[in-house]
């Protein structure tokens, strides 16, 4: 179980630790990152590490609740503000964009943990859960509130969709080293939803 800091300094060689942990898993993956490279890329001890953290495993789900925040807290504005279909292409423009700049993997750091740990930790599994179901209850909100939709439209099914093109768009762009995949999926998906 993770221990909470109670002073700022604490706070921040916590926030350290997540920071290089969320950093070596999303780049590298957890099983090849070790404790020894957290440390020494969040530029603390192991002795720091394990007073915050029980271990790789607790660390694990501490970067699993960090990263759900994060991808949320990414795209909340767009999602609140989702009320046409212009505005949904540009959510997805802007998923796609993400990936078309900078030196990150091509890979989702939510969709990458749970390709990893999902089926051989069932804590971990139970950890990423959540962020699969806000994920997609965000989108839903969102398209409910776009007039352009068909009244026949069923927001929660469409949000599954484009979570899924989404997901596996990244996944065949990261086999193909291109974003033609993802485009694809998302294009196919946003049709389903008159966008």
């Given at each position: 179980?993770?221990?909470?800091?109670?002073?700022?300094?604490?706070?921040?060689?916590?926030?350290q630790?997540?920071d290089?942990?969320?950093?070596l898993?999303?780049?590298?993956?957890?099983t090849?990152?070790?404790?020894?490279?957290?440390?020494?890329?969040s530029?603390?001890?192991?002795?720091?590490?394990y007073?915050?953290?029980?271990?790789?495993?607790?660390?694990t789900?501490?970067?699993i609740?960090?990263?759900?925040?994060?991808?949320i807290a990414a795209?909340q504005?767009?999602?609140?503000?989702l009320?046409?279909?212009a505005d949904l292409r540009?959510?997805?423009?802007?998923?796609?964009?993400?990936?078309?700049?900078?030196d990150h993997?091509?890979?989702?750091?939510?969709?990458a943990?749970a390709?990893?740990l999902?089926?051989?930790?069932?804590?971990?599994?139970?950890?990423?859960?959540?962020?699969?179901?806000?994920?997609?209850?965000?989108?839903?909100?969102?398209?409910?509130?776009?007039?352009?939709?068909?009244?026949s439209?069923?927001?929660e099914?469409?949000a599954?969709a484009?979570?899924?093109?989404?997901?596996?768009?990244?996944l065949?762009?990261?086999?193909?080293?291109?974003?033609?995949?993802?485009?694809?999926?998302?294009?196919?998906?946003?049709?389903?939803?008159?966008?």
């Open positions: 179980m993770s221990a909470q800091p109670t002073t700022d300094r604490g706070r921040a060689t916590r926030e630790i997540l290089a942990a969320s950093e898993f999303y780049r590298q993956g957890v090849a990152t070790g404790l020894d490279q957290i440390a020494g890329a530029g603390t001890g192991k002795g720091q590490l007073h915050y953290f029980a271990g790789k495993r607790d660390l789900h501490a970067v609740e960090r990263q759900i925040a994060a991808i795209q504005p767009r999602l609140d503000g009320a046409s279909r540009a959510w997805a423009d802007e998923l796609i964009a993400a990936y078309a700049t900078g993997p091509l890979r989702c750091p939510l969709g943990l390709a990893e999902a089926e051989g930790d069932a804590q971990a599994r139970e950890a990423l859960a959540p962020g699969f179901a806000r994920w997609p209850q965000a989108l839903a909100a969102g398209l409910r509130r776009m007039r352009e939709l068909p009244p439209a069923e927001p099914r469409l599954t484009l979570l899924s093109a989404y997901q596996g768009g990244l065949l762009s990261q086999v193909h080293g291109d974003l033609a995949p993802l485009r694809m999926a998302l294009d196919v998906a946003l049709q389903g939803c008159g966008a």
